[in-house]
C-alpha cells in the first residue's frame, strides 16, 4: 500500500487562513478512500487545543528538535476522526494568535520541518512519499535529501512540494542556514539562495523529487516574467521536466446545496427553483428589500490587490466602477477581510447603498455559505490566481461566476455560448474595471433579458464535477512515477556503464512524458 505523509501549516477544520487549509483538509481524505495509507502533519496551533480532540487523555510522544545550539521540546498529539493527523505542539512556536507573519517565522516553521522528520523515527510510520505544501515545507525536501538519507529509515523516502501561491516565498536572512543546520555552500543560485536571502520555497522547488502546483494554466504562468516572481527562469529551465499542474477540487460534502445546514432552503439542479428561497430569506435576515427578481452579485475573498479589488476603485465612464456598478439594479453583498484601504473604501459603500448593499468585514463560513445559496453571480476579477475556490464552490451552489481569464480560473469557468448552450459563466481577459464592468453588464443583461439563458447557465453549474475523485487519482499517478522514477535512479547509480545509460534515457523520457500520463482523462 502505498504511504504518504502530507505536511502542511494549515489544514481544515483545524486552522486556516486561505485555500490550502482546503486543500489540505479535503485531498488527503478522498486519497485516503482510494486506498492510500495517508497521513497528515499540522502545527498544533494555541487556537486549537482542546477544541477538536481530548488531547488531555494522551500520552504524546516528546523528544527534543535542535534548531542550531538550540533545543526545543516536540510533543506529538494523534486523532484520526476525519483522516490520520499528527499535530506538533510547542507552545513558544504555536501558541500566538495567528499562523503567520511573525519575525521569527523563520525558525518556527524550521522547527516544524525538522520535527516532522525526526518524528519519522517514533511514529512508527515510515512513508513512501512526504507531500510538502507552500514554503512554510519547502526545508523538509532539502533536509531530506542531503541530511537524512544517511539514515536507512529515510533513504528510500521521496518528496513531493506543491506551490500553492508563488507570491509568498518564505525569505530570510543567511541566520535561517544555521537554524537549519546547513552550511554556508547553501547561499547560492543553484541551492536556496533567492536575492541575496536564503528562501524556504525555493528550497521545495530545487529539491523536491516532484514539484507540482494547483492548475494546469498556473504551470504555464508560472513559467513567464509576469507571474514567476523571480523564479520564472528557474522554472524554466531547471524545474520544468518535473513540474505538473493538477487542479484542485472542493469537499463536495460540505459544500452541497442539497444538504448544507447553513443555507435557508436545501437545493439541487432538479429543484433549481428553490435557490431563489435563498435570496428572498437573505434579504429578509440581513435588511435588504425583498425581490426575487433583482440581480444579486456576491464576493466572498481576502480584499486585497490579487484578488482584482484595485479594478473596483478605477473610474467608469466618469464614474466611480461601484457607483457605476449600482447604477444598475442589483444587490451587492461582499463577505472578507483585507487592506485597510479597501475595507474603509467598502464601509462607505455599505453606507451610501443601505439599502442594497451588505458588506461584511469579517469570515464567517455559515454566512458565506448562505451568501453562496443566496447569490445569483459570484465575482472573481483576480490578477492572478493560482486555482480559485470560490468559484467552484459558487458554481457547486448554481451561481454563476464572473471572473478574469487566469490561472485556475480560465481551467475551471467557459464562457457561455448562447448558441450551444454551453457554458459555466463570463469571462474577461484584459485586466481592467472596464472589462469587469463590461462583463457585470452581460451578466446583468441575460438575467433579466435571457432568463432561460441563465438559468441553463445555473443547470450547467450544478452539473459539474467538482469533488477531488479525479484529481486524487492524478496524485496517486504522480506518487507512484516519483517513486518508479527513483526506483531508475536506484539501478543508475549500479557501476554499469551501460545499465546507467539505459537508466538514464528511460528517466529523461519518464520525466518529459510525465505531466501528460498524470493529466491523462481517467
Known amino acids: ?11 481544515a477544520p483545524y486552522a486556516k487562513t486561505g485555500g490550502l487549509a482546503d486543500v489540505a483538509g479535503a485531498l488527503p481524505k478522498e486519497l485516503l478512500a482510494q486506498g492510500v495509507d495517508i497521513r497528515v502533519a499540522m502545527p498544533y496551533y494555541g487556537m486549537m487545543q482542546g477544541k477538536y480532540f481530548d488531547d488531555s487523555a494522551q500520552s504524546p510522544i516528546n523528544f527534543d528538535v535542535f534548531l542550531g545550539w538550540k533545543q526545543h521540546n516536540v510533543s506529538i498529539f494523534y486523532d484520526d476522526k476525519i483522516v490520520p493527523t499528527y499535530f506538533y505542539k510547542n507552545d513558544h512556536f504555536y501558541y500566538r494568535g495567528g499562523l503567520y507573519g511573525y519575525d521569527d517565522d ?14 519519522i523515527q517514533y511514529i512508527d510510520f515510515i512513508p513512501d512519499i512526504i507531500h510538502c505544501n507552500d514554503w512554510q515545507t519547502g526545508p523538509i525536501c532539502v533536509l531530506l535529501k542531503d541530511k537524512y538519507k544517511w539514515d536507512k529509515r529515510y533513504e528510500n523516502i521521496r518528496s513531493v512540494f506543491t506551490i500553492h501561491n508563488m507570491k509568498f516565498q518564505g525569505v530570510f536572512g543567511d541566520y535561517a542556514l544555521n537554524t537549519l543546520g546547513l552550511g554556508g555552500e547553501y547561499k547560492s543560485t ?42 520564472d ?54 435588511g435588504l428589500k425583498q425581490n426575487s ?44 477581510t483585507g487592506d485597510y484601504e479597501y475595507e474603509n473604501m467598502f464601509k462607505h459603500f455599505n453606507y451610501v447603498y443601505g439599502d442594497r448593499a451588505r458588506v461584511f468585514l469579517d469570515f464567517n463560513e455559515a454566512l458565506a455559505q448562505k451568501i453562496y445559496a443566496a447569490c445569483d453571480v459570484f465575482l472573481m476579477p483576480s490578477a492572478f490566481e493560482p486555482c480559485g475556490l470560490g468559484q467552484l464552490i459558487a458554481m457547486r451552489y448554481g451561481t454563476v461566476p464572473i471572473v478574469r481569464k487566469t490561472g485556475g ?34 451578466a446583468y443583461d441575460c438575467y433579466n433579458y435571457d432568463h432561460e439563458d441563465f438559468k441553463q447557465i445555473m443547470k450547467n453549474d450544478m452539473s459539474q464535477s467538482y469533488g477531488w475523485n479525479v484529481s486524487a487519482k492524478k496524485y496517486i499517478r504522480l506518487y507512484e512515477s516519483v517513486l518508479a522514477i527513483s526506483n531508475l535512479w536506484n539501478q543508475a547509480n549500479l557501476d554499469v556503464t551501460n545499465i546507467w545509460k539505459e537508466c538514464a534515457d528511460e528517466i529523461y523520457r519518464v520525466k518529459v512524458n510525465l505531466g501528460k500520463y498524470i493529466n491523462n482523462d481517467m
Request: aromatic content about 16%; proline content about 2%; hydrophobic content about 35%.
Open 106 to 119: 523563520y525558525e518556527r516553521f524550521a522547527f516544524f520541518c525538522k520535527a516532522v522528520l525526526d518524528s
Open 293 to 336: 427578481r433583482t440581480m444579486m452579485i456576491g464576493i466572498i475573498s481576502r480584499i486585497t490587490d490579487q484578488k482584482g479589488f484595485d479594478l473596483m476603485k478605477q473610474t467608469i465612464e466618469g464614474k466611480w466602477f461601484m457607483d457605476k456598478l449600482m447604477d444598475l439594479n442589483v444587490q451587492f453583498v461582499l463577505l472578507g
Open 190 to 231: 543553484d541551492k536556496i539562495e533567492f536575492n541575496g536571502g536564503i528562501s524556504y520555497l525555493k528550497a521545495g522547488l530545487v529539491y523536491a523529487d516532484f514539484v507540482t502546483t494547483v492548475s494546469p494554466s498556473y504551470v504555464e504562468e508560472l513559467k513567464t516574467y509576469e507571474y514567476g516572481c523571480g523564479f
Open 1 to 11: 500500500m502505498l504511504k504518504c505523509l502530507f505536511v502542511s501549516t494549515e489544514v
Open 409 to 442: 480560473l480560465k481551467d475551471t469557468v467557459i464562457h457561455y455560448n448562447y448558441q450551444t448552450k454551453q457554458g459555466t459563466g463570463f469571462e474577461f481577459e484584459d485586466y481592467s474595471g472596464y472589462w469587469l464592468y463590461q462583463k457585470i453588464k452581460e
Open 233 to 286: 527562469g528557474l522554472l524554466r529551465d531547471t524545474v520544468s521536466s518535473r513540474m505538473v499542474g493538477i487542479l484542485n477540487g472542493i469537499d463536495t460534502e460540505k459544500y452541497n446545496p442539497a444538504d448544507d445546514p447553513y443555507i435557508y432552503e436545501a437545493y439541487d439542479v432538479d429543484h433549481i427553483w428553490n435557490k431563489e428561497k435563498n435570496k428572498l430569506e437573505f434579504q429578509k435576515e440581513f
